[in-house]
DNA sequence: ATGGTTGGGGTCCAA
């Protein structure tokens, strides 16, 4: 089975390119963040065009939004709101026997410090709720699997520059405890760290802002898929589409993709 | 230190 995370940046503005990651690497699930498109416009016949039949929503008005969708059926689905916020962050759904999470984390705003910047104390709130979640469900043995834009990267070798990003929402030292702690309490293995070097620098996202993204180069790894230990031997690959950040009318975000033996 | 770009919905906010 394999399985696509992608932070779109607006569903309906990447119509075009959300065919071409079905035609180039024909994904057996995808999970979106940033549909940016309340759940009643959501585009369901270009998902039956492309063939994912089974699909969750959870959309808002203008910001955010998540969705997973399949061509397999799901046995289970669902969607859950986190901080007393309904702002579309979290869908998840059964397939082939494997629990797959859809999950949006805020961004944060501009400025590290919970005190001084709403968005920042939100963000930390969110990841210690999804820890606490998680923790109750660890050593529970379901084959789990979680992707998303966590919007942290929290390697060294996950930032262009880990000496001028410390102080920079995404790469903060709070923000990575906070990440790790996550990861730690719910029995998660990082699925790419797994199958890439800890040494080898990888990023998923690259600023609109650069005149030019690719020699600039300076990425974030912000995209991930964990896995439960149940899960860990059937990671078979995983592939971070970096082409993707070219395509016509490019989200600022690529594909990471995940193939599983089940 | 600053400003750079994108999308959505409506002339500003979130990323």
Redesign the pocket.
């Known amino acids: 089975m394999r399985i696509a995370t992608w ?1 779109i ?6 119509t075009g390119i959300l065919a071409q990651l079905v035609r180039e690497r024909a994904p057996d699930v995808i999970c979106l963040q ?1 549909t ?3 759940d009643d ?1 959501f585009p369901h016949g270009l998902f039956d065009e492309l063939g994912y039949a089974h699909r969750v929503i959870n959309g808002i ?4 939004g998540v969705a997973l969708v399949s061509r397999l059926p799901f046995s289970d689905c669902g969607r859950r709101d986190w901080c007393d916020k309904v ?1 579309g962050r979290h869908v998840h759904a059964t397939v082939e026997g494997v629990d797959i999470h859809s999950v949006y984390v ?4 501009d400025i590290p410090d919970p005190l001084e910047n709403e ?1 920042f104390a939100h963000k930390l709130a969110f990841m210690s709720a999804k820890t606490a979640w998680w923790a109750a469900q660890r050593d529970d043995g379901v084959p789990r699997i979680l992707l998303g ?1 966590l ?1 942290v990267a929290p390697l060294e070798t996950d930032v262009w520059s880990h000496k001028q990003l410390m102080n920079v929402v995404s790469h903060t030292p709070i923000e990575i405890e906070h990440l790790l702690a996550w990861q730690q309490a719910g029995g998660w293995i990082d699925a790419v760290r797994h199958l890439v070097p800890d040494d080898r620098k990888i990023y998923s996202w690259w ?5 030019d993204w690719r020699a600039a180069d300076r990425g974030r790894r912000l995209d991930h898929a964990w896995v439960t230990s149940a899960l860990t031997p059937a990671l078979g690959g995983c592939e971070i589409m970096k082409d993707a950040r070219d395509w016509t ?4 975000h690529v594909p990471v993709l995940i193939d599983l033996k089940l």
Not at 9 to 14: D, E, G, Y
Not at 61 to 64: A, I, K, L, Q, T
Not at 249 to 252: A, F, Y
């Open positions: 932070n940046n607006s569903l309906r503005a990447r940033e940016k498109v309340e416009l008005r203008n910001y955010h702002d805020p961004a944060g705003g968005k834009d919007n600023s609109y802002r650069a005149k009318r490019p989200s600022d």
